[in-house]
């Protein structure tokens, strides 16, 4: 579990120093929240909260006076798991006797709080629009004449209370942290009677057999990012069905078996249904002469691409470079297949169709030789908004290393390239600890020599860690 950023840090004013102060004596802090103006919660909500104090945290949730609170780069792992606990303990599901004020955590680069907008009904520029649960959602069934009654387990009317929408990435570790946070938010959940909305915008799951249970109270119509390591495929449609608005979808590690009949039908129905999709990444996921299927299904307008590790034929190949996409891509993966001499045409046709659209490539680990990329380099120096080139460890000698700068030096935006260690460094190429450190060392300084005199220092060109 994750969050990426607060507000960007800028030199501590005169009211955060004294900001600072006053949280440094949390019980005087939490008396003075009463009185505080209203202008001043901020600051002191971000000194107590860079200070580590819980308790005039979870006091300031609990009466934060705007209709929303954004927190960023807070993470549930030590010191600041208790800290994210403390915050959501704070939240108060009482009955609503007021005008409706909503607390908001999301995980996004924004301001603590959205821009005061002056309407009749608490707005944020983060909210929910998906879930039949959002407060926007509710608010529309309010205005339709339909007004929302919490029922308790013996059918009595409950008053109705504060919507509130928490919004957060989850990152579905193993870890006991983890599985302790996701219990308290459980029950945090249940106690609200219904008024606290949950919205995971970016759900990551590490081996989903652990995780069956706890995905069971999360709204899954709200998650726009999907990535499950370890699962079988017919666990990964189960969630899909629930899933029509993703953008971005990362399966790794899928038994063999499980890609296979039924299951990836089932599979590519979902992908069928998902018009927003931008990102699909497919990692040891088997593709072998199945790759037409996939892109039948898949939106032209994709962005990116990542197919490594999906055991792609020569037909694949054709087909991919036949295929819709292959007009719109911006990234491609496709790492640790085989681009054989055989399918060099293809991958050539493939590259000339993305010469417009490319921005990053990656064909690490593809066993390709000098004759097969000799034949692509054309197509490749075509690709003007290429950015990032990556096709370490294959195969490939100095000459045509050094072929390929030569062709790539018009390229102005690329910026990055991880290239393979020629063959020669090796004294057997692919062994570890055969490699001839001083033979590297003077690779790098003839290709660096060889950027300084067409004046491209402003691109970087590495080899991977050995």
């Not at 996409?325 to 085989?338: E, F, T």
């Amino acid at each position: 579990m994750w969050f990426k950023k607060m507000d960007k840090i800028t030199p501590a004013t005169l009211l955060e120093l004294a900001a600072q102060s006053l949280v440094s004596n949390e019980d005087a802090a939490i008396c003075a929240l009463e009185e505080l103006p209203r202008d001043l919660f901020v600051p002191l909500f971000v000194a107590a909260f860079m200070g580590g104090r819980k308790k005039i945290l979870k006091a300031m949730v609990r009466i934060w006076p705007f209709r929303c609170l954004h927190i960023g780069a807070l993470s549930v792992r030590e010191p600041h798991y208790e800290i994210w606990k403390a915050m959501i303990d704070g939240l108060q599901t009482l009955p609503a006797q007021n005008s409706p004020i909503w607390i908001l955590f999301l995980d996004a680069d924004c301001r603590t709080t959205c821009s005061e907008i002056r309407t009749t009904l608490p707005f944020c520029f983060q909210s929910c629009v998906f879930s039949q649960h959002s407060i926007l959602k509710r608010q529309e069934a309010q205005q339709g004449g339909r007004h929302i009654r919490t029922i308790t387990s013996n059918s009595e009317p409950r008053a109705p209370r504060e919507p509130m929408e928490l919004l957060l990435d989850l990152s579905l570790d193993g870890s006991l942290q983890t599985r302790q946070f996701l219990s308290f938010l459980r029950r945090k959940i249940e106690q609200s009677f219904g008024s606290l909305h949950l919205c995971c915008r970016d759900l990551q799951i590490d081996k989903m057999s652990d995780y069956k249970s706890i995905l069971k109270f999360l709204d899954l119509v709200c998650i726009d990012h999907l990535g499950i390591d370890q699962a079988c495929l017919s666990e990964v449609t189960s969630l899909l069905d629930q899933m029509i608005h993703l953008d971005s979808l990362s399966l790794s590690k899928i038994p063999f078996k499980s890609c296979k009949g039924k299951n990836f039908r089932n599979f590519l129905n979902n992908i069928r249904r998902m018009d927003n999709l931008q990102e699909l990444s497919l990692s040891f996921f088997c593709l072998t002469n199945q790759l037409h299927k996939l892109l039948r299904v898949l939106p032209p307008q994709l962005d990116a691409l990542y197919l490594s590790f999906c055991g792609l034929s020569s037909r694949d190949f054709i087909v991919l470079s036949q295929s819709s996409q292959a007009s719109n891509l911006r990234l491609l993966n496709l790492s640790n297949n085989q681009i054989s001499w055989e399918v060099s045409e293809s991958f050539q046709i493939l590259l000339e169709k993305l010469s417009g659209t490319l921005r990053h490539l990656e064909i690490n680990s593809c066993l390709m030789t000098d004759s097969t990329l000799s034949v692509v380099i054309p197509a490749l120096s075509r690709c003007s908004h290429l950015r990032v080139l990556s096709f370490a460890s294959n195969p490939i000698s100095m000459p045509t290393l050094t072929n390929l700068l030569q062709h790539l030096t018009g390229l102005m935006e690329l910026k990055h390239v991880i290239y393979p260690i020629p063959v020669h460094c090796y004294e057997q190429w692919q062994f570890n600890g055969s490699l001839d450190q001083q033979k590297l060392v003077e690779v790098q300084a003839e290709l660096k020599a060889m950027l300084e005199a067409v004046n491209r220092n402003d691109m970087h060109w590495a080899t991977c860690p050995e």
